[in-house]
């Protein structure tokens, strides 16, 4: 034990030099070593919160410190111990004083609690989202006009989300009895499908086709999926006969979603267009503040100002910048400070990098697009659509994955490197001769990678 105990030791303090003094102290740090069992090495802490964090962010590093020193791979096990205050709480006879929380659930309320409520009071407004702002308010009022459909658009982060939900929350609050329907453009798509495949589109046409309100996020994901575009063009098409509101959210305004039908992109544009553009230093200021006030935590203007200058694109990083704060000041008992602020900032932006796509996300999109399912493109059948669908699936797999040919294979029922070749340059001459497929083939892939 006593040598496993130094190997541990040593571990822990090679990965010191590679992370931030606060995310050593609470992370890695309170790791305790236990024993080596053949190639698993099994260490433990005292929550289940700082044994997900781990897990999820930093097992990877640790795996390879074991490596370094041991000469061979390692699985690694953290359980959690309770420690004896948390022992004698549970065998106390004293039932007048309540139970104290552990620390995981300290920091699960942390991350649970403090969410804004989505109205427009809680919407805070600057010089980048006025108009839309203005917009959304005066359709939840009714005050509708020429505003049908409502489409807003502009990057993720940016609060669009929010002001559906705020649109719905207002329209609730004024008129009970109004039915209204918040779906994202993905879900409307799965709900189709699914709707054809068991028979059941008279349901799927009465919870749309009559609404009084429609708000739909993220229309981009009807891009290039011919049947679901024509199914919502009727139910566009009826809503907006009859009055009813219809309010959509994108990346993108309609002209740049390039596999959009023309008939949808004009409908699109018969209303208003509001973009949302990223926040200005005022207004990431001021979404701050509010956070640290809902999680009744003071952050010093110093602070509050420099997270400001450094997270500019997204106001879930802002809010998540608070978030960590809070929960360093629980479980370090650190209060904010410049240099917890960078190191937060630097792990938000190490985060914000794309998530590796997994090929079940991939073959699931192109599925939805040429209505195929998931299991054929797999399999080894020889349709035109399903051999099209597949040629698809490996060229949008290999363009985002990078994943060599041979793993490539084995997911399409072990296809040879020479298989995967021609399914490669079919797609690329058919991206060649026909600008159509190109373009859903881009569609495809800008997809994916937004999700």
């Known amino acids: 034990m006593t040598n496993f105990a130094s190997v541990v030791d040593v571990v822990k303090s090679s990965l010191e030099s590679e992370l931030s003094p606060t995310a050593y102290n609470l992370w890695i740090a309170p790791l305790k070593a236990i024993e080596l069992r053949d190639s698993d090495v099994v260490l433990s802490l005292n929550n289940d919160f700082q044994k997900d964090i781990i897990m999820t962010k930093y097992s990877h590093m640790l795996c390879k410190g074991f490596k370094d020193i041991l000469g061979f ?16 709480s549970k065998t106390s006879s004293k039932p007048s004083e309540p139970p104290q929380s552990s620390p995981s659930q300290i920091l699960d309320n942390i991350y649970n609690n403090g969410e804004y409520q989505y109205t427009f009071d809680t919407f805070i407004v600057g010089s980048t989202n006025t108009f839309a702002y203005a917009a959304c308010k005066a359709v939840a009022q009714n005050q509708t006009g020429a505003y049908n459909p409502l489409f807003i658009y502009g990057p993720s982060g940016m609060g669009k989300t929010h002001l559906l939900l705020a649109i719905n929350h207002e329209v609730k609050k004024n008129n009970p009895a109004l039915n209204i329907v918040y779906i994202n453009g993905e879900a409307f798509t799965n709900e189709f499908i699914t709707a054809i495949e068991q028979e ?10 009559n609404v009084d309100y429609l708000l739909m996020d993220d229309i981009q994901f009807l891009a290039g999926k011919t049947q679901t575009q024509e199914e919502f063009f009727y139910t566009f098409n009826e809503l907006h006969q009859v009055g009813k509101q219809i309010v959509l959210t994108s990346d993108r305004p309609p002209k740049e979603i390039k596999t959009l039908e023309d008939r949808l992109r004009t409908r699109f544009e018969w209303g208003l267009l509001a ?81 590796p796509v997994t090929i079940e996300k991939i073959i699931g999109e192109v599925g939805r697009t040429f209505n195929v399912s998931e299991k054929d493109i797999r399999s080894t059948k020889r349709q035109s659509q399903i051999a099209k669908a597949r040629h698809i699936a490996i060229f949008v797999v290999r363009e985002i994955t990078q994943a060599p040919y041979e793993e490539i294979g084995k997911e399409f029922s072990n296809r040879d490197h020479s298989t995967i070749t021609y399914s490669l340059k079919q797609v690329e001459n058919m991206m060649k001769k026909d600008a159509k497929q190109k373009e859903i083939i881009e569609d495809i892939i800008k997809n994916i990678r937004d999700q």
Do not use: C, W
């Not at 791979?73 to 004698?88: G, L, P, Q």
């Not at 059941?200 to 086709?209: G, I």
């Open 200 to 209: 059941t589109t008279r349901e799927f046409h009465e919870k749309y086709r």
């Open 275 to 355: 973009d949302i553009a990223p926040s200005d230093f005022e207004t990431r200021v001021a979404i701050i503040r509010r956070k640290a006030q809902l999680l009744h935590i003071e952050v010093p203007d110093d602070v509050v100002k420099y997270i400001a200058k450094n997270l500019k694109n997204n106001i879930r990083q802002l809010e998540g910048a608070v978030k960590k704060m809070k929960a360093y000041k629980l479980l370090a008992n650190s209060s904010p400070s410049i240099n917890m602020a960078h190191s937060i900032i630097q792990d938000i932006l190490n985060d914000n990098q794309p998530t």
């Open 73 to 88: 791979d390692v699985k690694i096990t953290i359980v959690v111990e309770e420690n004896e205050e948390d022992n004698s």
